[in-house]
């Protein structure tokens, strides 16, 4: 499964896009970008798409983020090909911030609006690599049909990565380079969790041709996205006794 460069195959070596496809947008066919990855090279454990063993939703909470209001799912659903040979395929969960509730807080976050994320395993035929591919934003509350707050994929990326490496302040967006990196430790449910990120370039464009939300996000001659990739590497340090 880890027998990658990278930690990931890139998907357009293999027929795959680093951007979502979204339903319904004007113009058609835009997307939203795959800004975070989950490195293959993180401790199995994590990979496990589930929230016992310290697995992913397990980690997700141990940073604020949590599944959907009372499990129901809202919003339009949104697919990705990875390149891994199973083609376009809708988001595997919508994960929402928790406002500091993990039982009810993205219930919040649907209707106020806030950071929330998407997620795609990278576990095909083609390219099985388990990791997992994230489409981070930061949207407007549901009365404004939670569109995108302005530069909210790259902010919706970073403020995500300040969470899971605990920075003590604000990562400046603006600043970053392929040579950025962070580090730090979040815990949930007995387990700890160390993520390692590097910000890389190549696998998205510094653009806002074929961006979802471009016309609101991208303001003052910037574009809506940077182009920049946030590979998160994240091993888990303690766990209960028991597990």
């Keep these: 499964r880890r027998n990658t460069?990278?930690?990931?195959?890139?998907?357009?070596?293999?027929?795959?896009?680093?951007?979502?496809e979204v339903p319904g947008t004007y113009p058609a066919g835009l997307g939203e970008p795959l800004n975070i990855i989950?490195?293959?090279?993180?401790?199995?454990?994590?990979?496990?798409n589930t929230v016992d063993n310290g697995g992913l939703i397990n980690y997700f909470q141990s940073f604020g983020f949590a599944t959907e209001c009372l499990g129901q799912h809202s919003g339009s659903d949104q697919a990705a090909n990875l390149g891994d040979g199973h083609g376009w395929l809708n988001e595997t969960a919508v994960i929402r911030w928790d406002y500091g509730n993990v039982t009810f807080g993205t219930c919040e976050e649907t209707i106020d609006g806030g950071n929330h994320f998407r997620y795609w395993i990278q576990n095909g035929p083609n390219a099985d690599?388990?990791?997992?591919?994230?489409?981070?934003s930061y949207e407007l509350p549901i009365a404004q049909q939670h569109e995108i707050i302005v530069n909210g994929y790259d902010l919706?990326?970073?403020?995500?990565?300040?969470?899971?490496?605990?920075?003590?302040?604000?990562?400046?967006t603006q600043k970053l380079t392929n040579t950025s990196t962070y580090s730090g430790q979040t815990s949930f449910g007995g387990?700890?969790?160390?993520?390692?990120?590097?910000?890389?370039?190549?696998?998205?464009?510094?653009?806002?041709?074929?961006?979802?939300?471009?016309q609101s996000v991208a303001v003052n001659g910037s574009n809506a996205i940077?182009?920049?990739?946030?590979?998160?590497?994240?091993?888990?340090l303690s766990q209960p006794e028991n597990s």
């Design 129 to 136: 690599s388990g990791a997992i591919f994230i489409a981070a």
């Design 226 to 236: 940077d182009g920049l990739v946030a590979v998160m590497t994240v091993k888990i």
């Design 191 to 214: 387990y700890t969790y160390q993520t390692s990120v590097n910000y890389i370039s190549g696998l998205l464009q510094n653009t806002s041709q074929g961006i979802n939300h471009y």
């Design 5 to 20: 460069n990278y930690g990931y195959y890139v998907p357009v070596n293999d027929g795959g896009s680093m951007l979502t």
């Design 38 to 48: 989950i490195s293959a090279y993180s401790d199995s454990g994590v990979l496990q």
């Design 156 to 172: 919706g990326r970073d403020w995500l990565v300040g969470n899971a490496t605990s920075q003590s302040s604000i990562i400046p």
